[in-house]
């Protein structure tokens, strides 16, 4: 063979295997789930709100397939974080509320599934599915006190970090002031910090996947410096035409919110906390049309699902102005309120925007997803609470094929197309209600509908005692 065919054909593999790659990268779509922190389904536009201005994801909201009957598993951050990326209900695995448990090894993530089929994949924002360090005092269980709970995005599937392990401020996330104005604390929020005024360190701090503290640009509004390291990550991924998957998952608008001036300014009739919650929400509204037009700049867009939703809904009491619409209840509450949370999915190239009162929950994430990558990936443990969402976005599936399990705190609950029963402990009657006639909750028709509340009572209960055994370890026997 002379040298020139040889050059030749050598030429001809890389071409052909550069086709291969950007044949499997146009195959599989790329990933990416948002996620708010404490965000009520009122707080942006598409939902109805009047007071926060959220216009990238009502431009985002028009489309994409809109949920109105969209649900956090949970009441609480960790348990909803740990059903996204495992299909499964926290108490499966030991999440029963925030700051408990962690994700074991023995769980199977989104992340893991997705690598295994080529994916770059990665983690920016909050984790709180586990410590960071072992080594110093980090947030709320982060340290040498904490080693038992040590699980990092990167022991679940991810390949690159830019995490904290539970919440920050959300506009200079390692600063908090050393004195505060009247009406501000460390817990609510405050006005930013002006050029001067004295601080001190948070003491939650950003982790890398390679288990060291990140101490650079981390000015600023939060959200923004979030988005400074995904987007970063999804050009290299598509410059190299390889499949992405990249959670992110604000702390916008958890507790302590801090808006900076020019978002603040934006509510300046309103008093400290207001302009703060609300400014904080738009600027993560701006990260987000940012993270979008980086996309279409990428010529990905078509061929990226992106997901929106929040964690629980709004913080309680008379310190939140947070939006649960017009639903029952708060976070830590499974009524309505607590766990219905706003939801968007766009997919240029897959999914027709709209909107649909089809229940969904986050546990569905990792079945919809790995029903167009790996529909049986090895490793997958069962049994999956969430349903695959393929047959909604092509039309073929009306009704949920199963109905959507809570408990959290010692109270059930169980929702299926129309109806919803409550257990609100063993010496409470039953509860039901009709959301598609009572969406707030506000007649309970139990004693009209007796044979229903047995029938989803039994269902309720066989599930919870499967959840027990899952938690017990039965399910890594398999």
């Not at 040498?144 to 991810?158: E, L």
């Not at 092509?394 to 010692?410: D, N, V, W």
């Not at 609950?413 to 006639?437: F, R």
């Amino acid at each position: 063979m002379t040298k020139s065919i040889a050059v030749l054909l050598q030429s001809i593999l890389v071409v052909a295997l550069m086709l291969d790659a950007a044949q499997v990268a146009a195959d599989k779509p790329n990933v990416i789930l948002i996620m708010c922190d404490d965000l009520g389904w009122g707080d942006v536009g598409f939902n109805g709100s009047k007071v926060i201005r959220t216009p990238h994801l009502d431009a985002m909201a028009k489309n994409s397939l809109k949920f109105n009957r969209f649900y956090a598993a949970a009441p609480v951050c960790s348990p909803t974080r740990g059903s996204a990326i495992t299909g499964r209900h926290p108490f499966r695995y030991g999440i029963y509320f925030a700051n408990t448990g962690h994700m074991k090894p023995q769980e199977f993530t989104l992340a893991e599934a997705l690598k295994s089929q080529g994916y770059a994949t990665g983690h920016f924002g909050k984790w709180h599915l586990g410590t960071l360090t072992k080594t110093v005092k980090d947030a709320n269980r982060g340290g040498p006190s904490g080693v038992k709970h040590f699980s990092p995005p990167q022991m679940n599937g991810f390949d690159v970090c830019f995490s904290t392990e539970s919440k920050v401020p959300t506009y200079d996330p390692m600063r908090v002031p050393k004195k505060f104005a009247k009406g501000a604390s460390r817990r609510i929020g405050w006005d930013s910090l002006k050029d001067g005024d004295a601080f001190e360190h948070y003491n939650t701090r950003y982790w890398n996947e390679k288990g060291e503290q990140v101490k650079d640009n981390l000015e600023g509004a939060n959200s923004r410096v979030i988005i400074d390291r995904a987007i970063p990550f999804i050009e290299r991924a598509a410059e190299s035409d390889k499949p992405f998957f990249a959670i992110i998952w604000f702390h916008t608008p958890h507790l302590p919110v801090v808006a900076g001036p020019k978002h603040r300014a934006m509510y300046q009739k309103h008093g400290l906390h207001e302009r703060n919650y609300y400014g904080c929400v738009t600027a993560m509204d701006e990260q987000v049309g940012r993270l979008r037009a980086k996309l279409r700049e990428l010529n990905v867009a078509d061929n990226t699902m992106v997901t929106f939703c929040s964690d629980n809904g709004p913080e309680g009491g008379s310190q939140s102005p947070g939006s649960a619409g017009p639903f029952r209840g708060r976070k830590r509450s499974l009524y309505e309120g607590g766990v219905r949370v706003p939801g968007l999915i766009e997919w240029p190239a897959k999914i027709k925007p709209g909107v649909t009162e089809f229940p969904t929950v986050t546990s569905d994430y990792l079945p919809a997803v790995l029903d167009y990558v790996a529909p049986k990936p090895r490793g997958q443990v069962g049994p999956i609470d969430g349903a695959s969402l393929r047959g909604l976005f092509e039309g073929s599936l009306k009704q949920r094929p199963a109905p959507i399990a809570f408990q959290s705190k010692g109270v059930l609950t169980l929702s299926d197309n129309q109806y919803k029963l409550v257990l609100n402990g063993k010496n409470k009657p039953a509860e039901l209600y009709d959301l598609l006639a009572d969406p707030g909750e506000k007649t309970n028709i139990a004693n009209r509908h007796k044979p229903r509340v047995a029938d989803m009572t039994k269902k309720l209960l066989a599930w919870q005692a499967s959840c027990k055994q899952s938690d017990a370890g039965g399910d890594y026997s398999r």
